[in-house]
């Protein structure tokens, strides 16, 4: 299927060069890098400048929930462009006003104010300013094996290598460990023994840290990036109970977690938890513009009624975004894409990948659920030696490196992070391209069944 339009762009021949000379990438060796040029995507698919198309298996940063180009999303965003394209945050605007009404609708709890940002990473820092500046305490708790963001606070808090190069951190952010059962911290066998011990260590790192110190505990409701790590039944029930006990605020960020991607509004509601604080981007609006945002207890947002909060962006609420937030959640509606999402997870995925587990000696694991998949692989599955090591890159990284490009081949574009593929579709997808790109997938993994020894 080519569907490259030669009068899409005029820019399109010389995108490659003009990258290669003048952009500057996110987290990468500029030198190494070789982008394909994507000319153009629709709901599940995309394609480059040569006629190939893939899968978008990982929605790009696992953002486009909603599927690429969804016409009415489009055309929301166009209909506010003509009518406002932008207004300063200090003004009331209709497009923000009705998306923070129909977020808080969303939540949980009594998390009724939305403070809107520009991307996930300021919602995490934002976040962080609140529980400080509510609680009047300075330290936050957030998990080893974790992504928040780039800026100041929010790759401290990340548990990840990409926190390395930015260090040294301040004193007041710790890390704990968080549930894991097939890498567990704790030798636990079970998820329950997993479940009790997260919790017990967590209790643990609170005594010792002094609780009346800690502003705020952060953590990705079903961790992300390092792994699609889903919680133990009871684990996010624990710490709420720990953070209510000691008078912490519990902060979930659902920047890639929320809005469909596990099969609910938000993941909280999966584990019927309500933090006091959500962040949310990504999904929130597909990133057809940037947004991102915090919601907010009341009681929090009740701190700052006569006191200044002391934080401030002047994109805060851009209408665009904010039209298409409300659009993105009415498609939402109309088109039942939450149920899709779960049934996606429960009766494709699920099941497909369980069949992959069997057929291939490299796999070691799969979990997750909703569209939030990862296929963990390993050389050896009795010592669950990763295929690469933590971190790998350059010739460390190669078996992946072979994985993935099998998987291109087969027109389907997963995630790859570390030893894993993760299998993060738009929340739209079919079960027919859901399949067929399972199939892709399970191909390639022959690339990966050769280094497999156990
Ligand atoms: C859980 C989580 N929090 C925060 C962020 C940062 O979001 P952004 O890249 O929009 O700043 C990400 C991005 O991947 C994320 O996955």
């Known amino acids: 299927m080519t569907q490259i339009d030669p009068n899409t762009s005029p820019w399109l021949a010389s995108a490659y060069a003009n990258d290669r000379a003048h952009v500057f990438h996110s987290w990468s060796a500029q030198g190494a890098l070789d982008p394909v040029v994507i000319a153009g995507a629709k709901g599940s698919r ?32 166009q209909a506010q462009a003509a009518r406002l394209c932008t207004i300063a945050p200090s003004v009331a605007n209709d497009a923000r ?57 929010s790759i401290q808090l990340t548990g990840d290598p990409r926190r390395w190069g930015n260090e040294p951190g301040p004193a007041n ?7 894991y059962l097939y890498r567990s911290a704790f030798h636990a066998t079970t998820e329950k023994e997993e479940c009790e011990r997260a919790l017990q260590h967590l209790a643990d790192v ?8 800690v502003a705020a505990i952060i ?10 790590l889903v919680p133990p039944d009871g ?5 709420r109970e720990l953070c209510t006990k000691h008078g912490i605020m519990m902060i979930c960020d659902e920047v890639m977690a929320g809005f469909g991607r596990c099969g609910e509004w938000f993941a909280v509601n999966r584990w019927k938890v309500t933090p006091d604080l959500i962040t949310f981007a990504k999904g929130s609006n597909s990133g057809y513009v940037p947004v991102g945002g915090v919601i907010i207890k009341r009681a929090i947002a009740d701190s700052f009624k006569t006191r200044v909060f002391p934080g401030g962006l002047t994109y805060s609420g851009h209408p665009l975004a904010c039209a298409s937030i409300v659009a993105s959640i009415g498609i939402f509606k109309e088109e039942r894409i939450i149920a899709n999402a779960r049934h996606l997870g429960d009766d494709v995925i699920g099941p497909g990948l369980a069949k992959i587990a069997e057929k291939h000696p490299s796999v070691g694991e799969v979990r997750g659920l909703g569209v939030f998949w990862a296929i963990e692989l390993v050389r050896d599955r009795r010592t669950r030696e990763p295929l690469v090591p933590f971190n790998a890159s350059g010739a460390d990284a190669k078996p992946m490196g072979e994985v993935m490009a099998a998987c291109k081949k087969n027109g389907v574009w997963p995630f790859a992070h570390f030893n894993r593929l993760q299998v993060t579709p738009p929340c739209t997808t079919s079960d027919d391209e859901i399949r067929e790109g399972l199939a892709g997938i399970d191909r390639a993994l022959e690339a990966a069944d050769k280094y497999a020894t156990g």
């Open 206 to 213: 609170l005594m010792v840290e002094g609780p009346h110190t």
């Open 219 to 228: 953590m990705e409701t079903v961790v992300g990036t390092n792994g699609i």
């Open 173 to 179: 952010i710790v890390k704990f460990w968080g549930p």
């Open 46 to 77: 995309m394609w480059d400048d040569k006629g190939n198309t893939w899968l978008d298996f990982s929605s790009q940063l696992v953002n486009v929930n909603i599927g690429h180009q969804h016409p009415k999303l489009v055309a929301a965003i």
């Open 97 to 153: 006003s009705e998306a923070a009404r129909l977020i808080t609708e969303l939540a949980p709890g009594d998390l009724d104010m939305v403070f809107f940002t520009n991307g996930g990473t300021d919602a995490v820092e934002n976040a962080v300013r609140l529980a400080r500046g509510h609680t009047g305490r300075h330290k936050v708790l957030s998990m080893y094996r974790s992504y928040h963001g780039a800026t100041g606070t």
């Open 235 to 239: 684990y996010l029930k624990g710490v």
